[in-house]
């Protein structure tokens, strides 16, 4: 093959996540045969996304700004602070409408397995945050899975001494569902946690 | 949400095939936070590849020259011409090392639900390449799906008056698996054109 050009947009389409060598293959050819603007946008979005997205100096959310509109926004309760994983746990829990609070974003969670240790998320950055004097109560929401679980632990202790209240969701029954349908050690955590 | 390179990003992802909301957004997440080098490389593959990238002017697949290297190469068997959908058809045909002829590729097939009419794909230079005076017979590697057949019937209707042998691609049981689970019509199929 000597068809260099096409050969750099597959493997360029593959380093995303989730994409193998047929998908990017199914991509190159939607976007050459069927959508040349589309790709000319897609070309144009990256760069200047890579130019202008950095991690807001606060709450290391990603913004173009040097501070996040929400940790600006002054109707938000500066006492309670959610830690996430990502941008989009963040706007999940944004979306539930039942946080006024602010964030602190880890930009990933603890995974030995792939290398991730306490380093390379941002807890350092958090407990400065924390040190605010304003923080009265850090609310942990990383993910319920294994690695979500132990990055919650290690904050939890890294901020013992801190005074600060330290709070994790609530484990139980998803709304809408039908306790057969429950796996056993979240019913488990639903009786436990009743209330 | 102010970030607007950002959501620019997740718009322009979401425009390639297979590719929703959720992966878009682990996508952005990726290449900003793990891979910009990859984002970067993107953006400059997909921009020369929409420079460069053109039809081949004798079997209009992708290419950067004005005929491929394929149709240029001299020891390929000139009164054979392969009829596939795609150049992933041709990748797969190649990859077989069982044909040594010549390719046509459509871009695509007939698909009258998705608006994918006869001039939408490429009937008429196919046409026009088989008045070469050198082909002798037309191999049709279309799909054996309803609308690689319904593209196979057509090309096969057009060709009928030009004095070329047209062949189609043997339907079959699949080397490698156990009749129990082959589907009944390639059964049928494979009994009907026994050898």
Redesign the interface.
């Known amino acids: ?6 050969q ?2 597959l ?3 593959r ?4 994409v193998g060598a ?2 990017a ?9 069927h ?2 603007e ?16 950095r991690h807001c100096a606060r709450c290391h959310t ?3 700004d040097e501070v ?2 929400t940790c600006l926004d002054p109707h938000r309760d500066a006492r309670l602070l959610a830690v996430v994983e ?3 746990d963040q706007a999940a829990l944004e979306r539930s409408g039942s946080f006024r609070g602010l964030y602190f974003v880890l ?2 969670r603890l995974s030995p397995l792939d290398g991730v240790g306490v380093r390379d998320i941002g807890i350092a950055p958090l407990l400065d945050r924390v040190g605010d004097g304003v923080i009265e109560e850090v609310i942990l929401a990383t993910s319920f899975t294994a690695e979500g679980e132990a990055t919650a632990h290690v904050i939890t202790q890294a901020l013992a001494a801190r005074g600060v209240k330290v709070t994790r969701l609530a484990r139980g029954v998803p709304v809408g569902s039908e306790l057969e349908y429950v796996d056993l050690s979240t019913i488990a955590h639903a009786l436990s946690d009743r209330r």
Do not use: N, Y
């Open positions: 093959m000597t068809e260099r050009a096409l750099d947009l493997e360029a389409l380093r995303l996540p989730g047929k998908s293959q199914r991509m190159a050819f939607h976007l050459l045969q959508d040349r589309g790709g000319r946008r897609l070309a144009s979005a990256l760069q200047v996304a890579d130019q202008r997205v990603f913004t173009e996040c509109a990502t941008p989009a930009m990933g």
